[in-house]
Nanobody, 128 residues
């Protein structure tokens, strides 16, 4: 079973950038699609981005498309979320998650229930 640890959160002004990393333990990291979700206070956890096992395909929520980039390095067991042009509404706890299934379709990718392993989260705060 893989374990996930996020890092890289913090406080940034609107328009700034942050780079989140998620490091996985275990030797099977390449066997998982990886996703990022976020949860703002008082709101549900929502999908942000997903990357396939081979990094050949990526998917983004409309709210972050063009500003965020997900990538992975299977040799280093890491998945990264580069966040640019940050807005106050991006403020949330960000979680990385692993999906061992062969989920197909964007509706599936967005469902948190599809992901079996989660990190502890990292806080991102964007000030206006």
């Amino acid at each position: 079973q893989v374990q996930l640890v996020e890092s890289g959160g913090g406080l940034v002004q609107a328009g700034g950038s942050l780079r989140l990393s998620c490091t996985a333990s275990g030797r099977t990291f390449g066997g998982y699609d990886m996703g990022w979700f976020r949860q703002a206070p008082g709101e549900e956890r929502v999908f942000v981005a997903r990357i396939s096992r081979s990094a050949s395909t990526t998917y983004y929520a409309d709210s972050v498309k063009g500003r965020f980039t997900i990538s992975r390095d299977n040799a280093k067991n890491t998945v990264t979320l580069q966040m640019n042009s940050l807005k106050p509404e991006d403020t949330a706890v960000y979680y990385c998650a692993a999906d061992a299934s062969f989920c197909s379709g964007f509706a599936c990718y967005q469902r948190s229930e599809e992901y079996h392993t989660w990190g502890q989260g990292t806080q991102v705060t964007v000030s206006s």
